[in-house]
């Protein structure tokens, strides 16, 4: 367990998932935070298997042209046996949505969950997007996607304090957005910036959830998930 009181150097964006107009006010917020002449590493690799795959990059790309931010380098990674993905040099890693079954299998198999774990903790600034949040909770055995491969457990990175993530939340019941212990429900349109201890809503409205607490926090609002420690 990780909380994020204290002095961590946690620097997380976490994408309720929507497509580039509900969360454009998000992505221009991490775009924000990147440097000119910059570079991100983009990491595709839920959507393997799916039509989208292949037109990732193009994609990615065209978000980053919106925001008049052709000026960043992208680097994909389509396999985390891919030694890029411990260059220090990115200003920041983009973990995509798609089957997070397979992102997080793909993960633990190449042994490389510790690594992406140490550079989250270290400060790289870390954006996921549905199955990329997903996986940066603590757990994600409740997530509605196909069962395309056997992760060796359903433990994510663990990086929130105890919280699960539950992305698209807007479409789900409300058992849905309590599927776990505890967990951050993040609608579509929605999304937060985890820096340090703090916890800031940049778009949207998301819901906190445990067996004590039902809050909700609207955009720009600001809290502590350790508070819900106690």
């Known amino acids: 367990m990780l909380l994020l009181g204290g002095m961590n150097k946690l620097n997380i964006i976490l994408s309720g998932g929507g497509n580039e107009e509900q969360t454009h006010i998000l992505d221009h917020f991490f775009l924000s935070k990147i440097p000119q002449n910059g570079s991100i590493l983009y990491v595709p690799i839920a959507l393997r298997g799916h039509e989208l795959f292949s037109g990732a990059e193009s994609w990615f790309k065209s978000v980053l042209a919106k925001h008049n931010r052709k000026d960043i380098l992208v680097t994909t ?6 030694v890029r993905l411990f260059e220090k040099n990115h200003d920041a890693i983009y ?31 870390v954006y996921g997007g549905s199955a990329g949040a997903i996986i940066l909770g603590n757990d994600i055995s409740q997530n509605p996607d196909e069962k395309t491969v056997d992760p ?11 919280f699960s993530v539950v992305p698209h939340s807007d479409v789900y019941t409300k058992q849905d957005r309590r599927a776990y212990q ?19 809503v940049i ?28």
């Open 77 to 82: 990674m389509n396999d985390f046996q891919d």
């Open 95 to 125: 973990i995509g949505g798609g089957n997070t079954w397979l992102l997080l299998g793909e993960l633990q198999k190449s042994g490389r969950l510790e690594n992406l774990k140490e550079l989250a903790l270290s400060g790289t600034l």
């Open 152 to 162: 060796i457990d359903t433990s994510g990175l663990d990086l929130l304090s105890e």
């Open 182 to 200: 505890k967990t951050i429900a993040l609608p579509e349109d929605s999304g937060v910036h985890v820096l340090g201890g703090e916890v800031r």
């Open 203 to 230: 778009s949207g409205e998301i819901e906190i959830n445990t067996p004590a607490a039902e809050v909700v926090y609207t955009q720009g609002q600001e809290f502590f998930l350790d508070e819900y420690l106690r």
